[in-house]
């Protein structure tokens, strides 16, 4: 492992990498960004604009309704809710009250959101009257423990004109509140003096998101992370832009119930007194218009989102001249597409790391100079990264070699929600007993610090008894021009345990068959790495914010062997 003192003094941040962050409750940071910047534009939602002390206002008043109802300080408060303006005005709200706050996805099953709501004891959900969302918000409240639902409407947050045409031309997309006391309209909670005063708050004990996620040993667990926690991070994250005194407007169509969106978009924005860009959902016809109207300096987005809008036939007529910045992460970011990327917008594209245990953001490239393509990037200030041993995490991993990525520093959870069982397998004690959070990243830190990912511990294929990368065998496949996307996976093999096995989807236009792909692909491999097959496939699954799930196609692929098709007679 490279000496920390020794690639501490090739640190290319702007800030300094042993600045400190004092615990700070989040309810502090917003309301100190709202006195600032009161007058500044918060947040425009599709051509509708507020200002912070808006922002605010709306913020006091959930708080103010929610406790008018009998929450408080402790309370879960879940928000089921896609990119629209309640979920700030929720998410600050409900903290402000003292509660914490729950995410759920919108891409959730009932009977997902039923184990959530159950697991983390969340007593009061808001949503919105989407056709999407509030029929299964609905069941939800029937299934499960949860007491009321707050409803929203979209409508409402438009300008006067699109709200007009909303209620007349998408009635289609909007279900009907029904008449049942435990559901109540946002409008409704948030028709009070919004006098509230904020709850006394301990930033470092008090937990400000729970935050499903799988894990590091992929079973789904909720991340505690407290007010100290979220607010580091933000302001870690702000403090990487080299030009702070410029108009900072960010693009926020990663979905604000993720923890990426969460630090990048939300949380780092209003510690700027920048103006969040918002839309509902990820389209990259309105995402590149948005761009040409908005004129947004800033998109965090995930590879298979730049590659949506590389591939759009817009993107020759949008405008980005505006866009300084974009930050990669949720997913290796192949060099070609960084490369189409920036070649196309003229904006630096950089790749970060991070996970919802980490409250988003570990790492990162340098905005301005010094990037070193194929890494995750340098440590944000504050954070200690080393590798351990892959077998036995209390051991420094041997020189040379790759190791566990573990990180310490304060933007790391307290531990996951009612499973202090878990605790042994998710950090790693070291001589002075500080909890390392272990990653399940399996890495290599060059001299001057740049980190490197090889693959996730689970995700090794064990080959005649050597290890396999499958990310090694998927950066070879990008290179070639056919391939659009790539996972490979490993399958049972009854003489070598495991055979690596690559399902690739291809570029609009691409010809060329598997075996084609498998006979370029294989010697430009180790013997051991040599794939069985190459599958084309016209789509890949994908998680939530739209990266290449390797866990679902193993389960699709599993599916598959189980029940296989039956050869008519």
Request: include cysteine; aromatic fraction near 8%; proline fraction near 7%.
């Amino acid at each position: 492992m490279t000496d920390e003192h020794d690639w501490r003094q090739a640190y290319r941040h702007p800030v300094a990498w042993d600045s400190t962050y004092p615990p700070l409750a989040l309810p502090a940071l917003f309301d100190a960004s709202a006195a600032r910047f009161a007058d500044r534009p918060a947040i425009d939602f599709l051509g509708r604009r507020y200002r912070y002390d808006e922002l605010a206002d709306g913020v006091r008043r959930v708080a103010t309704g929610l406790a008018a109802l009998g929450y408080g300080k402790g309370d879960r408060v879940g928000l089921f809710l896609p990119n629209v303006p309640h979920y700030i005005a929720a998410y600050y709200g409900a903290l402000r009250l003292g509660a914490t706050v729950v995410n759920f996805s919108p891409l959730y099953s009932v009977d997902e959101l039923c184990h959530q709501v159950e697991d983390s004891g969340t007593r009061v959900l808001f949503t919105i009257s989407a056709a999407a969302l509030l029929p299964n918000a609905l069941k939800v409240l029937e299934k499960s423990g949860l007491e009321r639902l707050v409803v929203g409407s979209v409508a409402g947050a438009l300008p006067p004109a699109k709200s007009l045409l909303y209620r007349l031309f998408k009635r289609a997309e909007t279900a009907r509140r029904p008449a049942d006391p435990r559901v109540i309209a946002f409008s409704r909670l948030i028709a009070n003096d919004g006098a509230l005063p904020a709850e006394s708050i301990d930033a470092e004990r008090d937990v400000a998101l729970i935050q499903y996620t799988g894990g590091t040993t992929g079973v789904p667990k909720g991340a505690m992370l407290t007010h100290a926690n979220v607010a580091a991070n933000a302001r870690q994250v702000a403090q990487l832009d080299p030009h702070p005194e410029e108009t900072d407007r960010i693009l926020g169509v990663l979905p604000l119930f993720h923890v990426f969106a969460n630090t990048c978009v939300m949380n780092r924005t209003i510690v700027t007194g920048g103006e969040i860009v918002m839309l509902p959902r990820f389209d990259a016809a309105q995402a590149l218009a948005t761009i040409t109207r908005t004129k947004p300096t800033s998109l965090p987005g995930v590879p298979t989102m730049y590659q949506a809008l590389l591939d759009h036939p817009m993107v020759g007529q949008t405008d980005f001249t505006s866009l300084r910045l974009c930050i990669s992460g949720g997913a290796p970011l192949n060099a070609e597409l960084k490369a189409r990327w920036e070649a196309a917008t003229h904006s630096t594209l950089i790749e970060g790391y991070g996970l919802s245990e980490s409250s988003g953001v570990l790492t990162t490239n340098p905005y301005e100079g010094g990037q070193k393509a194929g890494t995750i990037g340098q440590p944000l200030p504050a954070t200690r990264i080393r590798l351990v041993d892959k077998e036995d995490p209390t051991r420094s991993a041997p020189a040379g070699e790759a190791g566990e990525i573990v990180a310490l520093g304060p933007q790391v959870m307290a531990g996951y929600w009612n499973r202090p069982d878990a605790d042994d397998t998710t950090f790693a004690l070291d001589a002075a007993g500080r909890r390392w959070l272990r990653t399940g990243d399996v890495g290599t830190i060059d001299a001057d610090g740049f980190i490197a990912i090889v693959d996730r511990l689970k995700d090794m294929i064990s080959v005649g008894g050597f290890k396999v990368f499958p990310s090694q065998i998927e950066a070879v496949l990008y290179h070639h021009p056919a391939v659009r996307e790539a996972l490979v996976i490993g399958l049972p093999d009854t003489y070598r345990g495991e055979v690596p096995r690559a399902y690739v989807t291809l570029n609009e236009g691409a010809d060329i068959e598997g075996a084609a792909l498998a006979a370029w692909l294989n010697p430009q491999l180790g013997k051991h790495e040599r794939v069985d097959r190459v599958m084309v496939r016209e789509a890949m699954p994908k998680t939530m914010i739209g990266k290449l799930s390797r866990k679902d196609l193993i389960a699709e692929i599993n599916a598959e062997i189980a029940s296989p098709p039956i050869t008519p007679a």
